[in-house]
């Protein structure tokens, strides 16, 4: 019994060890790269990751209850994303991206870098500028065209129409 307590008490020991190493290895990342008390923005598609924990000012997302922005020490949120236009700000610097749909979580930092961190998971993600708004009105016309004799060809007519209104608006 003795023997087991030891190895409980040299396991905890080595799990502490690991936890506070992991945490010096981030702070220390955090430190000399200079970043603190920024957002740090996660950015994924499951084809890729455009950003992972870049130091941006702030991001604006399209919500399903309307459209909000986030900056550093903003309020802890999950938040479901709906077809819109993803505004990634870093100083005078601004970048768009066309989400089809995703979530937002945002937490608190977990260190003493006071760096947030915003993760972006998007089904669909890509630049606004790749966006061809010719194209999509193409689309759209074949959507609005095609028969809608069963339940299910209405519904992919509208879902595919609001979806690609979305894509040409993202695109002007």
Not at 74 to 84: E, T, W
Request: glycine share 6%; hydrophobic share 45%; with cysteine.
């Amino acid at each position: 019994a003795q023997a087991e307590l030891l190895v409980r008490h040299a396991t905890a020991g080595r799990v502490r060890a690991a936890m506070a190493l992991r945490a010096a290895r981030f702070l220390r990342f955090a430190e000399s790269a200079g970043i603190t008390n920024r957002l740090l923005l996660t950015l994924t598609s499951p084809a890729e990751a455009v950003m992972v924990k870049k130091p941006v000012d702030s991001v604006t997302v399209p919500g399903t209850e309307g459209t909000f922005t986030l900056t550093n020490n903003h309020s802890l949120i999950v938040s479901q994303l709906k077809a819109g236009v993803i505004t990634v700000r870093d100083g005078q610097d601004s970048k768009d991206y066309f989400i089809s749909d995703g979530f937002l979580f945002y937490n608190h930092p977990a260190d003493g870098s006071g760096c947030c961190k915003a993760e972006i998971s998007a089904v669909e993600l890509v630049p606004t500028s790749s966006l061809d708004k010719d194209r999509a009105a193409q689309v759209l016309t074949e959507l609005l065209a095609a028969p809608k004799d069963t339940e299910w060809d209405r519904a992919r007519a509208q879902l595919g129409a609001a979806l690609v209104n979305q894509v040409i608006k993202a695109a002007e």
